[in-house]
């Protein structure tokens, strides 16, 4: 069964810092991807990772695959308010760009 | 273009009713998913379709739930009998297959179960 993985499942942080969400998988996938979810709202996607090594960031985050390593990180710089919400890696259950198995989610706490 | 859209977006109904959630997918997609969400179990898979057909119910809870897909662009997930532990927000994506497999996300249907 597959397994995906986040730690930490809460982080609080200060506007400001840096700090990395980290996605664990069970599979040999060389698919990830990262979405956002504000509360009671849908889920947002953000990055989609489809090769080893793959690297993309989009303002304050940055998402890397490190596929030999069934990892994945989403880093933060130097966080702002707007960024507080849950943050969810998925992997492809068939590896065939099909069905997406999530992890519990990282939920993000950004104060001043 | 439009989204998924989900219908309704709130329910509240009675142990042992009958719910039927609905959804449309993206004009053009040709797969379509159901989740499930709840703070105990976050987000399950509970089906999905490929060209209208079935492709995995393995996440199907057991057999009061049923989900099936008329036409290419149209979805239900019907619960009966409803109980309260089916009390969760159901999502439905849609993704078009043999592309990056990103999934888009509808608005999701909060369903309470008294």
Same mark, same amino acid.
């Given at each position: 069964?597959?397994?995906?993985?986040?730690?930490?499942?809460?982080?609080?942080?200060?506007?400001?810092?840096?700090?990395? =969400?980290?996605?664990?998988?069970?599979?040999? %996938?060389?698919?990830?991807?990262?979405?956002?979810?504000?509360?009671?709202?849908?889920?947002?996607?953000?990055?989609?990772?489809?090769?080893?090594?793959?690297?993309?960031?989009?303002?304050?985050?940055?998402?890397?695959?490190?596929?030999?390593?069934?990892? %994945?990180?989403?880093? =933060?710089?130097?966080?702002?308010?707007?960024?507080?919400?849950?943050?969810?890696? +998925?992997?492809?259950?068939?590896? +065939?760009?099909?069905?997406? =198995?999530?992890?519990?989610?990282?939920?993000?706490?950004? %104060?001043? | 273009?439009?989204?998924?859209?989900?219908?309704?977006?709130?329910?509240? #109904?009675?142990?042992?009713?009958?719910?039927?959630?609905?959804?449309?997918?993206?004009?053009?997609?040709?797969?379509?998913?159901?989740?499930?969400?709840?703070?105990?179990?976050?987000?399950?898979?509970?089906?999905?379709?490929?060209?209208?057909?079935?492709?995995?119910?393995?996440?199907?809870?057991?057999?009061?739930?049923?989900?099936?897909?008329?036409?290419?662009?149209?979805? #239900?997930?019907?619960?009966?009998?409803?109980?309260?532990?089916?009390?969760?927000?159901?999502?439905?994506?849609?993704?078009?297959?043999?592309? #990056?497999?990103?999934?888009?996300?509808?608005?999701?249907?909060?369903? #309470?179960?008294?």
């Amino acid at each position: 069964e597959l397994k995906v993985e986040q730690n930490p499942l809460f982080l609080s942080m200060q506007e400001g810092k840096n700090y990395t =969400i980290y996605c664990n998988y069970s599979t040999t %996938s060389d698919r990830l991807y990262w979405y956002r979810q504000d509360p009671g709202k849908s889920l947002e996607s953000l990055f989609v990772l489809l090769s080893n090594g793959a690297v993309k960031q989009e303002g304050r985050l940055m998402a890397s695959l490190d596929t030999k390593a069934r990892l %994945s990180t989403l880093h =933060i710089t130097a966080a702002v308010h707007d960024l507080s919400a849950t943050y969810f890696c +998925a992997v492809d259950r068939y590896q +065939a760009g099909t069905a997406l =198995i999530f992890g519990k989610g990282t939920t993000l706490s950004v %104060s001043s | 273009d439009a989204g998924v859209i989900q219908s309704p977006r709130h329910e509240v #109904t009675e142990m042992g009713q009958e719910v039927t959630l609905r959804c449309k997918l993206i004009s053009g997609h040709n797969s379509l998913f159901w989740y499930r969400q709840t703070m105990m179990r976050g987000l399950e898979l509970l089906i999905y379709f490929n060209n209208n057909v079935p492709i995995d119910d393995s996440g199907m809870p057991e057999d009061r739930f049923s989900a099936k897909m008329p036409n290419a662009s149209f979805s #239900t997930l019907k619960i009966q009998p409803s109980e309260p532990r089916d009390s969760a927000v159901y999502f439905c994506a849609s993704s078009l297959q043999g592309q #990056t497999g990103e999934l888009f996300f509808g608005e999701g249907s909060r369903l #309470t179960v008294l």
